[in-house]
């Protein structure tokens, strides 16, 4: 029996995977950024920085964070929430996303890390960990792209 509706437009996430993508990516920055505050989550929170390579502050117990570090997350996770909004701005999101993050792997990378260049701060396992991050938010603005039906 036909209530006489039809079927969903394609405009929403589920006919999205870079909506989705995006929404989800953001949603997961946003996470890491709260939890960059939360004792217990994260291991020295007493003595967290602003911005230094001296921050003694580690989400997890592995990865070295400081105020800076964790309002980039958040900052990350209100772009991918706003930018899921449609389907170009979260490919853009995506992509645009992992090539910053392929940039601080590779700052990472040439800094000493115990140097004042070293503000945001940078740590080996954030290093690998952003390099991750960029191949895999390229990968799913690429791929999802191609599943992602386009407006003509």
Known sequence: MSDGSTAPQSSGLTA????????????????????????????????IQFASHHSETYLLGIFQVSVLHNLVHLAFGVAGLAMSRTAGAARAFLIG?????????????????????????????????????????????????RFTPSRR
């Open 16 to 47: 999205s995977p870079l909506r989705l993508a995006a929404l989800i990516v953001g949603i997961v920055f946003l996470l890491v950024g709260v939890m960059g505050f939360i004792p217990g989550l994260t291991t020295g929170v007493d003595q």
């Open 97 to 145: 996303g992992g090539v910053v993050y392929l940039l601080l792997w590779l700052y990472g990378l040439v800094i000493d890390l115990d140097s004042a260049a070293n503000f945001v701060p940078l740590n080996d396992a954030d290093n690998w960990l952003h390099l991750v991050l960029a191949v895999g938010m390229i990968a799913l603005g690429l791929v999802c792209a």
